[in-house]
């Protein structure tokens, strides 16, 4: 599977920004999927998560209530729409597939990345 993250960019504090993971290969509607981001000097943080199906999602603590995350099966693609942005948010966001269709909160459970996408809001 190969995974194309888009729609990052600059936005100020309490904006908006929707982002997509465009995916190929054969095997992509049975994957779990994924979002996670890394700040300038901080580890890699999980943000969201959703199954093959996309009738379960899973969301870190601090996103839940301002981020969504949605699959388009027939568009081979994943989203990750956010609302309320904090500055906090700041950070390069990369999509990940699993070999498998549930969710998962650990980086270890991913197999597949894609290059990443920067966020940056600003105060």
């Known amino acids: 599977v190969q995974l194309q993250a888009s729609g990052g960019g600059l936005v100020q504090a309490g904006g908006s920004l929707r982002l997509s993971c465009a995916a190929s290969?054969?095997?992509?509607?049975?994957?779990?999927m994924g979002w996670f981001r890394q700040a300038p000097g901080k580890e890699r943080e999980f943000v969201a998560a959703i199954s093959w199906s996309g009738d379960t999602t899973y969301y870190a603590d601090s996103v839940k209530g301002r981020v969504t995350i949605s699959k388009d099966n027939a568009k081979n693609t994943v989203y990750l729409q956010m609302n309320s942005l904090k500055p906090e948010d700041t950070a390069v966001y990369y999509c990940?597939?699993?070999?498998?269709?549930?969710?998962?909160?650990?980086?270890?459970?991913?197999?597949?990345w894609g290059q990443g996408t920067q966020v940056t809001v600003s105060s």
């Open positions: 990940a597939a699993r070999r498998t269709r549930g969710v998962s909160s650990s980086e270890y459970a991913y197999d597949y």
């Open positions: 290969g054969s095997t992509y509607s049975r994957n779990g």
